[in-house]
């Protein structure tokens, strides 16, 4: 899905999020200005891969958003 963001520099982006699992973890993978970042969490804190590029505003920024977006594991949504 495609969502728009503000981001630390001020400007608003369009911001794709995608879900996937990698291994057993879920992941998702995010796309800004043709670049590709994935991320995931754990315990409470938003991560990202090594080579990846998102500044800490953003990564959280993005995490916080997926947060409010997806319900916590072990609960059941029925829309």
């Known amino acids: 899905m495609k969502y728009k963001m503000k981001l630390a520099d001020g400007t608003t982006q369009i ?4 879900a ?10 995010v796309q800004i200005n043709g ?5 995931y969490k754990l315990g409470s804190e938003w991560m990202q891969r090594n080579e990846d590029y998102l500044d800490a505003y ?13 319900p916590p594991p072990g609960t059941l ?3």
Do not use: E, H, N, P
Not at 35 to 39: D, G, R
Not at 58 to 70: H, P
């Open 15 to 18: 911001v794709q999020i995608t």
């Open 20 to 29: 996937a699992y990698f291994k057993t973890w879920r992941v998702w993978q």
């Open 35 to 39: 670049k590709v970042a994935m991320l």
């Open 58 to 70: 953003t990564l959280q920024a993005i995490g916080k958003y997926i947060d409010s977006i997806i």
């Open 77 to 79: 949504s029925l829309s």
